[in-house]
């Protein structure tokens, strides 16, 4: 674990890990997909428009998780001065930004059919979009502020500040009426048919194997940057170990 936080250790760690990552999720994806097109029945309400859930659903899920996951290190990078927890945080930004991109986007290719309207001011969609500028806050005060710590201390507070967002987007089909049907699946068990609560499962591991190899990348990516001028690193530039 200790490898985990230090720049060497986890540059080579991830390096054997991010290949099978991305194959893994490549291979479930596919079955989910296949599962999801050809196997699945037709909703008895919204027909083949609900096949869409399967990637909605699964974006969505990663785009809260993954905010809520770079809040923590953003925590713990504040709090220890550790700067690999700022790595991470920084590394998971641009997956969380797609993942959040792509729940937007097939919602509305969802909600045209089912709604009448790609977009509507609803209060998940609302907070979703929202969570979307987070993101690329995050990003854009990452890339305009030349001094890395203090890049990394003022994306630790949007971070912190915008984590309020994730409750507010869960629990808004709850606290508001709103288009946006509420959750299929709860601690108390789950309202669709156990093949389509499969595929959806399998989906939701296939982004989640994607954004930790794409995490994984990106984050040596950073390493690299900021610990060139550490012997380790040049040597590894040098024969190619990117």
């Given amino acids: 674990m200790r490898s985990l936080f230090d720049p060497q250790g986890f540059y080579f760690f991830a390096g054997k890990t991010i290949k099978p990552l991305f194959a893994l999720a490549a291979v479930i994806a596919a079955v989910a997909l296949y599962l999801g097109f050809f196997v699945c029945p037709i909703d008895a309400t919204q027909g083949n428009s609900y096949r869409i859930i399967f990637i909605h659903v699964s974006s969505a899920w990663m785009s809260m998780l993954i905010y809520v996951l770079m809040a923590v290190f953003s925590a713990f990078a504040l709090a220890t001065n550790n700067r690999m927890c700022s790595i991470f945080a920084a590394a998971m930004a641009p997956t969380g930004a797609f993942m959040c991109f792509l729940a937007l986007f097939s919602g509305a290719v969802w909600g045209?059919?089912?709604?009448?309207?790609?977009?509507?001011?609803?209060?998940?969609?609302?907070?979703?979009?929202?969570?979307?500028?987070?993101?690329?806050?995050?990003?854009?005060?990452?890339?305009?502020?030349?001094?890395?710590?203090?890049?990394?201390?003022?994306?630790?507070?949007?971070?912190?500040?915008?984590?309020?967002?994730?409750?507010?987007?869960?629990?808004?089909?709850?606290?508001?009426?709103?288009?946006?049907?509420?959750?299929?699946?709860?601690?108390?068990?789950?309202?669709?048919?156990?093949?389509?609560?499969?595929?959806?499962?399998?989906m939701v591991a296939a982004f989640w194997l994607y954004s930790l190899a794409a995490t994984f990348a990106r984050t040596r990516t950073i390493i690299l940057e900021r610990e060139r001028r550490e012997a380790w690193a040049q040597e590894a530039a040098i024969k190619g170990e990117i």
């Fill in 112 to 202: 045209r059919p089912t709604w009448g309207a790609y977009w509507v001011w609803d209060a998940r969609l609302t907070s979703e979009l929202i969570l979307l500028f987070l993101y690329l806050g995050f990003l854009a005060l990452q890339s305009s502020i030349a001094d890395i710590k203090r890049a990394d201390k003022a994306c630790a507070l949007i971070a912190l500040v915008g984590v309020v967002n994730v409750p507010i987007i869960y629990f808004s089909v709850r606290w508001w009426n709103t288009l946006h049907q509420g959750a299929s699946i709860t601690s108390r068990g789950s309202s669709i048919a156990t093949i389509m609560l499969v595929t959806l499962l399998l």
